[in-house]
């Protein structure tokens, strides 16, 4: 499996679509597709910023692209599934949904969503 499958694999079994996961990691929604069809390749700094959001070891998301060890075990990676951590996805997602339906602009959505993270 490659790191852009990998991505892709994490980001549809937390039901994020690629722009819900471009606000919450300020990664291009472009970037983030250009890496899961494998057009690029990601940097280790994309990397983190994406297992953040992902809720994955950044050293996993490493080692599949390749910047760690054998890029071919994947059997260990994490795929966390932790109850609190999916509830308050879930209510950011809501929250992101309802912005966009309102039209605020992409940037204000990312500042409200960063002081939530901070007093969560």
Do not use: C, F, W
């Not at 910023?49 to 692209?65: F, Y």
């Amino acid at each position: 499996m490659n790191i852009g499958e990998y991505i892709k694999q994490l980001r549809n079994e937390r039901k994020l679509s690629i722009n819900q996961l471009s606000i919450y990691s300020k990664v291009s929604a472009a970037h983030i597709s250009r890496i899961e069809r494998g057009l690029r390749e990601p940097s280790p700094a994309i990397l983190k910023k994406l297992s953040n959001i992902l809720k994955v070891p950044h050293e996993d998301l490493m080692r599949v692209a390749g910047y760690l060890g054998d890029k071919s075990d994947t059997e260990s990676l994490s795929l966390p599934s932790d109850s609190r951590e999916k509830d308050i996805k879930d209510e950011y997602l809501k929250l992101a949904q309802e912005m966009q339906d309102k039209q605020i602009p992409v940037e204000d959505v990312r500042k409200i969503l960063e002081v939530l993270k901070k007093h969560r």
